[in-house]
């Protein structure tokens, strides 16, 4: 538990499976924590963060951002078209895209003020009804229009279903990666982080492992 172990095991599985430590960022997924958690953290040296809710991300990192440079802020959740403004602002990456309407909105925004944050594609690997994301089948097609809308897409993002094995949906997610020639892949949470870069995560979003378990409900 804790920064300095997470990045050795991170840092520790890249290598075993024969890969660059240098290519696996990791990103301190800090949504709900107690603001004195997250400060340690930024006091032991992470910059790399990832925040669920836009809303939540407004109200605590633009303080936090005044007292440590080099941030680097990364929006893992699920975003409404409202948002996306306030989203592009405050975040470095978007891990969520998810469908044409926030596509649009994104290039609109972008064509506009002459910035955009990079961005991952979610993709919906279990193809969950609850869960955000572009279906499998979907994705190329999807891609596909976002590269014409000119985003800078760098990669794609899932969640795998928590009641199956997750290496399945990494190698899937990997696919689809390939076939498109992206070369992000955003996969691996605290439980299952070091198959995640077995299969190629180039970022993994780690929160509990690191900051202990979340004090209340994520909804
Ligand atoms: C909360 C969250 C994480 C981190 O989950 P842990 O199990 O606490 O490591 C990673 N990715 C997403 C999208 C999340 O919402």
Known sequence: MGLSDIQNRVEKEALRVGRDPETVQLIAVSKVQPNARVEMVLQQGQRVFGENRVQEAAGKWPAFKEVYAGVELHLIGPMQSNKVRQAMELFDVIHTVDRPKIAQTIARIKDETGSCPRLYIQVNTGAEPQKAGVLPDEADAFIKMCTELSLPIEGLMCIPPSDQDASTHFALLADIAK?????????????????????????????????????????
């Open 179 to 219: 076939r498109n020639g992206l070369e992000g892949l955003s996969m691996g949470m605290s439980g299952d982080f070091e198959q995640a870069i077995a299969h190629g995560a180039t970022y993994v979003r780690v929160g509990s492992a690191i900051f202990g378990e979340r004090t209340y409900e994520v909804t």
